[in-house]
């Protein structure tokens, strides 16, 4: 009987021992997993409960007193209840089932078994001169109760465990733990303890190859797959497709039941692929505040529901999700740090429980599917932007053939690029010529390079004209390529017939000007004669006559101005600005004396501008004298200068605090005669032409005017011009040289 005993014991370290080296790879492994550490408690519980069963075998071998007996039988008795707890709870941890108040019971239950074995005999047995330790049967049978329900859990989920491994060991383990009910005198309760430490080594054995084994010898299998997804996704452009094989390959990976991709829009969610799942739930719509696949949206973390059945108590993710749904699994489809959409995986009732690691899969899977989308939305753009493209070329080559204007654009080498059929027939050339062919002849050209530079510069187009066999054509010049400098686009107009009706409006208006101003000044010379006569009433007549005469004689100057300026040529030079605006200053001293405005002259001394200095004077002037007009008494008016290295311009400014200009008439203030009548200063006497020849004046010299002004609160217009060599010059030495205070006449 002593070599039976020696034997079983034997055989029961061995088997714990390979048990217990198992476990410590576990450890190593993952500790962290809840059934990992559930088996590393199964295994120390179990220790104890064979170490007490194998003490108490040894008891009448080695003369073993009565203390150590009741010790030993204690810990036989407390390592078995706590084992069956212990599997219970394993068990449970594997298929996901809640256990907690149940074990909660279960350790009370265990304290209350040790007290009891502390305070009273432990029951054993001498049986042929054997001690055995017979288990006290009501209490240490509602234990075994425990591990009859982890079996049952195991066999009721094995589709959710998939290891016949851990279910041959769950029931080794169980039949071992009956035996030990059994009779002593059957000779069958000393292999108890072996069949429990055999099927608790098939358990670890069957959870290293659910957790080491088989996630190594799927990793190549799902590098494959990758790769075979990854030629999916490049040779099938339809985004549906791309999808639906994507679900496919996530439910064959963690073995899942169904699958199925939702598409962000805005805050909506829309099912756009599914795999085994009704066809009529394709497009179902829900917001990103519903379902798991919504708190995957919300937090961009993948969502793991064990149960969905029993833990999701919110709004389902698919109609009757909440009673056919068992486990189930999401994943956020990520590009670029923004959610695209959800791939999410379900299995049934009886399917197989999801667990970390088969999120862990699915969020390598996640990236290709947002590449997919992002591919999709891509192609689609390029798609729609090639249309658009077309259609504009198409638009733009109608518009191009259709017209009547020469359009010809040439490289930065001067080599033709395109030429439409009016270019063509303008060049002479025939119309199925190769453009590249074509050499643009030098009277084609603008006659000032420096000045075709500096406008597109500044302004983006040159304009000029030439003539060409008697026909006069003004040019517009523009670069081709925004982004890069490709060459030139120029388009032609054909103004002759314009030219000609703009030389007899202008001889028109001279000769009617010329007839005008004969008759009026010899009407002034007799008003001034009848002025001798002492009669008052008769000098008020003739003063009224001489207001209206002079008036008419403003109106026939300011359009003979007018168009002198417009037909005729400037003459740009350098000229000092401040010294100018002082001229202006000083010529209206009388004007702004009558008015009581004071003018302050803020123009920085050393600006240089390069422009006509009487035609300059002649806008200034005009701005200056408007500004005291329309100013109230102790108004001010300020000229002064600033330059804008960014726009590369210089502007003047001519600031006033009068009254203000409303804004319903300020886009009309620069038409030929418009003059606006103003409450209080309908009085103010004037031509209406006053703007419009700063306005003339400007668009000479390729600058502009613009106006600034509230009303009752004063006004400002700007004159703008292009950066000259020398304004740019001197507005580099304006750091080193020492400006004085700016001149103010009061």
């Not at 009732?349 to 891509?378: C, K, N, T, W």
């Not at 217009?717 to 010059?729: I, P, Q």
Request: net charge neutral; glycine share 6%.
């Amino acid at each position: 009987m002593i070599d039976s005993t020696i034997v079983t014991i034997v055989l029961d370290g061995v088997v714990l021992a390979l048990t217990f080296s198992f476990v410590l790879l576990l450890i190593w492994h993952n500790l962290s997993k809840r059934h990992i550490a559930l088996l590393v408690t199964l295994l120390a519980l179990v220790v104890a409960w064979n170490l007490g069963s194998i003490i108490t075998k040894l008891a009448d071998q080695f003369a073993l007193g009565s203390t150590i007996v009741s010790a030993a039988a204690v810990v036989h008795d407390a390592g078995f209840a706590a084992s069956s707890v212990a599997f219970y709870a394993f068990a449970s941890s594997l298929t996901g089932t809640r256990a907690a108040p149940l074990l909660r019971a279960a350790w009370l239950g265990i304290g209350a078994v040790v007290i009891a074995r502390l305070m009273f005999s432990p029951l054993v047995l001498v049986e042929s001169g054997q001690t055995t330790a017979q288990l006290s049967p009501l209490p240490m049978l509602l234990f075994f109760a425990y591990s009859m329900f982890g079996v049952y859990q195991l066999f009721a989920n094995r589709r959710k465990l998939t290891s016949p491994t851990i279910l041959s060991g769950a029931a080794l383990f169980v039949v071992g733990q009956g035996l030990t009910f059994a009779n002593p005198a059957l000779g069958i309760v000393t292999i108890s303890t072996n069949l429990c430490s055999g099927g608790l080594l098939l358990m670890t054995i069957g959870v290293i190859r659910r957790e080491i084994i088989r996630p190594l010898a799927e990793r190549e299998q799902q590098i494959a797959a990758l790769h075979s997804l990854s030629k999916e996704i490049a040779g099938q452009p339809q985004l549906d497709e791309v999808l639906g094989q994507i679900a496919l390959q996530a439910t064959n990976w963690i073995g899942g039941d169904a699958a199925g991709v939702f598409l962000r829009d805005d805050d909506q969610l829309y099912l756009a692929a599914t795999y085994n799942l009704p066809s009529s739930y394709r497009g179902l719509k829900m917001s990103i505040d519903n379902g798991v696949c919504g708190q995957t949206v919300r937090s961009e973390k993948a969502q793991l529901v064990e149960n969905y059945r029993r833990d999701w108590r919110f709004e389902p993710d698919l109609p009757l999700a909440d009673r056919a749904f068992g486990s189930f699994t999401a994943v956020p489809l990520t590009y670029q740090g923004s959610v695209a959409g959800v791939l999410f995986v379900v299995s049934g009732h009886q399917g197989r429980m999801f667990r970390s690691d088969d999120v862990f899969r699915l969020e390598l899977l996640a990236p290709q599917a947002a590449v997919a989308i992002a591919y999709s939305a891509l192609l689609d753009q390029q798609q729609r932007l090639l249309r658009q493209i077309e259609a504009n070329s198409a638009q733009l080559e109608s518009l191009l053939l259709s017209t009547e204007n020469p359009v010809i654009a040439v490289d930065r080498r001067l080599n033709v690029l395109f030429a439409n059929p009016a270019a063509l027939n303008l060049l002479d050339v025939e119309q199925d010529t190769d453009v590249s062919r074509i050499r643009i002849p030098a009277q084609y050209f603008p006659p000032s390079l420096k000045a075709l530079a500096r406008d597109l510069q500044l302004f983006k187009v040159h304009e000029y004209e030439i003539g060409l066999d008697s026909v006069t054509y003004q040019c517009h010049v523009a670069r081709l390529g925004k982004i890069r400098h490709e060459g030139w686009v120029a388009v032609m107009h054909d103004v002759s017939r314009l030219k000609e009706l703009d030389r007899m409006k202008g001889e028109m208006i001279r000769m009617v000007s010329h007839d005008l101003k004969n008759p009026l000044m010899g009407a002034m010379l007799n008003v001034d004669l009848l002025r001798t006569r002492e009669d008052a009433a008769l000098n008020d007549s003739l003063d009224a006559l001489d207001r209206q005469l002079d008036r008419m004689d403003r109106i026939i100057r300011g359009v003979l101005d007018l168009e002198r300026i417009r037909t005729g040529r400037l003459q740009r030079l350098p000229h000092e600005v401040y010294p100018i605006v002082t001229k202006v200053i000083q010529d209206l001293d009388r004007t702004r004396l009558d008015k009581g405005v004071s003018i302050t002259n803020a123009v920085d001394p050393a600006l240089i501008l390069e422009v006509d200095g009487d035609q300059f004077e002649r806008a200034l002037s005009n701005l200056v004298e408007n500004a005291i007009k329309f100013s109230e008494q102790g108004s001010r008016v300020t000229v002064e200068s600033e330059v804008r290295e960014s726009d590369r311009q210089i502007a003047i400014h001519v600031k006033d605090t009068g009254i203000g200009i409303p804004a319903e008439i300020q886009s009309q203030v620069f038409d030929r005669f418009f003059r606006g009548r103003q409450r209080g200063f309908e009085h103010v006497s004037g031509s209406g032409l006053g703007l419009a020849l700063v306005k003339a004046i400007m668009e000479l010299h390729t600058g502009a005017v613009s106006l600034r002004s509230v009303e009752g609160q004063g006004s400002c217009f700007t004159l703008l011009f292009g950066m000259t060599e020398s304004a740019r010059l001197t507005s580099s030495e304006q750091s080193g040289r020492a400006l004085g205070p700016p001149e103010t006449r009061d």
